[in-house]
């Protein structure tokens, strides 16, 4: 189970903290990472980390602004946006993997429900 928090309605430059709850699998043996969909657009990946080292990737939108991080104890997950723009406007989703090196991209196995983040201009 996946479960995110964190979202809101922020001002454009603004900050948000995203968390991802995780339960019923080790978390440590998972890929894990931020998905997110704006209206209208199809799921793109945002950031993962892979637990087995911790590695992370970015997406070119966001490196540099946003920070994804973990605390292996809580089986938690984060993102850490700043500078938030409009574009950053999307049901932000966090997912895992049972194959630690699989791809970043939006076909992972594991969903949580999403949370929405809205970016006021």
């Known amino acids: 189970q996946l479960v995110e928090s964190g979202g809101g309605l922020v001002q454009a430059g603004e900050s948000l903290r995203l968390s991802c709850a995780t339960s019923g699998f080790i978390f440590e043996d998972y890929a894990i990472g931020w998905f997110r969909q704006a209206p209208g657009k199809e799921r793109e990946a945002v950031s993962c980390i892979n637990n087995r080292d911790g590695s992370t990737y970015y997406e070119d939108p966001v490196r540099g602004r946003f920070a994804i991080s973990r605390d292996v104890a809580k089986s938690t997950l984060y993102l850490h946006m700043n500078n938030l723009k409009s574009e950053d406007t999307a049901v932000y989703y966090c997912?895992?993997?049972?194959?630690?090196?699989?791809?970043?991209?939006?076909?992972?196995?594991?969903w949580g429900q999403g949370t929405l983040v809205t970016v006021s201009s």
């Open positions: 997912a895992a993997d049972p194959i630690p090196l699989r791809a970043c991209i939006p076909t992972w196995h594991y």
